[in-house]
């Protein structure tokens, strides 16, 4: 059975950071390209970041570029987010998801094959 279980999530204050954590099992991890995407209520998903099954290369969206970082350690099966500097505008349910081409298209949401449940970031003072 193939799981994706996101953890890491909180509510921080405007300017903070957070590190997101995905764990994986029940498929072959460093054959799938790995991603993080967002999602507000009432509001479209929107691809936040994509890592290659390499970990070679990787894509963000522009809302995100220079203050998120996605890597991966295939060994352990887990795939991360390093968020900082984070604003309101960040504030969504987040959720790791994975590609079974094993490349990154774009990062838009609907090339992955498996989701996990997310996890909540909220940023508030």
């Known amino acids: 059975e193939v799981q994706l279980v996101e953890s890491g999530g909180g509510l921080v204050q405007p300017g903070g950071s957070l590190r997101l954590s995905c764990a994986a099992s029940?498929?072959?991890?460093?054959?799938?390209?790995m991603g993080w995407i967002r999602q507000v209520p009432g509001k479209e998903r929107e691809g936040v970041s994509c890592?290659?099954?390499?970990?070679?290369?990787?894509l963000y969206a522009d809302s995100v570029k220079g203050r998120f970082t996605i890597s991966r350690d295939n060994a352990k099966k887990t795939l991360y987010l390093h968020m900082n500097n984070l604003n309101p505008e960040d504030t969504a349910m987040y959720y790791c998801?994975?590609?079974?081409?094993?490349?990154?298209?774009?990062?838009?949401?609907?090339?992955?094959?498996?989701w996990g449940q997310g996890t909540q970031v909220t940023v508030s003072s």
């Open positions: 998801a994975a590609a079974l081409s094993g490349y990154c298209d774009g990062v838009g949401a609907s090339q992955y094959n498996y």
């Open positions: 029940g498929f072959t991890f460093d054959n799938y390209a």
């Open positions: 890592i290659r099954w390499s970990g070679v290369r990787t």
